[in-house]
């Protein structure tokens, strides 16, 4: 979908001030009561480092008529933290439960119902509060209420603040397939927490691993080496801000250049073919599998960079230094099932033309075809 005229898309710099707080900062997972300084704001061309309790926000918002907050009930106290510093009354918060299985056409109905009684109109916002299974519904969802609506993202989680949070596409799952039905729809900003890496569970953060890491070996070797030693070390969100703020801006500038996908923008699907076709697949076991996203698409990439070297692309070697970084990064390497099983969800991919499968290969860390 072609944006409404009025909504820019989002656009971003980097900030030297997002390493101001390194030096404080404890170990993820850490749980320390300890506040961060700083949040961080892509609008316009730049990071706008914010203090938290700050009514910048506030200000930003002032064009829309009104402003509504979506939120994953997992991450209340963020999506508390926002309302309090854009002033968001209660009764314009909506909580819902997000998820890969409430990433659906119900839920978008229910948003739309919900904008539609509490008075949504052309000119009003959407606030999406959460991880990426959020920030693709709602962003969806406000893509096709009235023909569209203004909407940004509040990322919450690794994935979501380098990747999905950034870049437009919106979308939901259809006939167990993921993200069939959505839009090309941008956000107006993106605002990224990284304080909410606080609380994230470690499975989730490794599935934001997995993209973080993609992002380099797509675009940046120097920052793909430093990600690996910071993951497979005590990363800390100090640590972690600068190479969050290296991917976005990474992703920013691709899709700046290919908003719709109709070129470079597929590299950005490194590992995706089959990582959507395992999560298919193992949504089809009983019991259901359990790899994240992201998990699924390490495992993706490492196949990638198989068939690279099988294809002459990649010097020999790549797949098995990739392992060796992703397993020192605690992601898994190996197909869960033969890939003869992902066949039938790997022509499906939206990704496939003519019945042909694309694949993004990897030439080396930091140059992809
Ligand atoms: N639009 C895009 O360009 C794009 C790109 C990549 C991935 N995606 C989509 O993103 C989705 C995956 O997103 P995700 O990995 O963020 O999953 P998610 O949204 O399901 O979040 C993972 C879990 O973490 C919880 N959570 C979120 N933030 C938290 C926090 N700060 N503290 C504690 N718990 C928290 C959530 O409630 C959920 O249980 C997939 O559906 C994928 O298709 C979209």
Redesign the pocket.
Known sequence: MVPEAGLEPARLLRTQDFESSASTIPPLGQKTGQRYEKSHIIKENKYLSLPIMDNSLADILKKYSSVFAIY????EQ?ALEVASVAGIDGDRMMAID???RA?NMDTVLRICNWLLDAGADRKSIVLAI???????TV?FAASIYKRGIAYANI??????MV?????????I?FEDY??MLGTFCQPEFTWVLPE??????EK?FR??SA?LLKTFLIADAKNYKKAVEVLSGTPTIGKMAPLISAAAAIKETIVNDDPFEQGRRRV?NLGHTWG?AIEWWQSKQTPAGTL???EAVAIGIIQAARRSEAEGIAKKGLADRLIADFRACGLPTELPCSEEELCPAMTKDKKSADGQIQFVLIEKPGKVI
């Open positions: 994953d009930r997992n991450v963020y997000a998820g890969e990433k959460g991880g990426g299974t959020l920030t693709d962003g990322p919450t989680t690794l994935l979501a990747d999905a949070g950034i870049g437009g596409k919106t979308g799952n993921k993200n909410a890496l606080q609380t994230l569970p989730e599935s934001g993209e950005l959507h994240s996203h992201g």
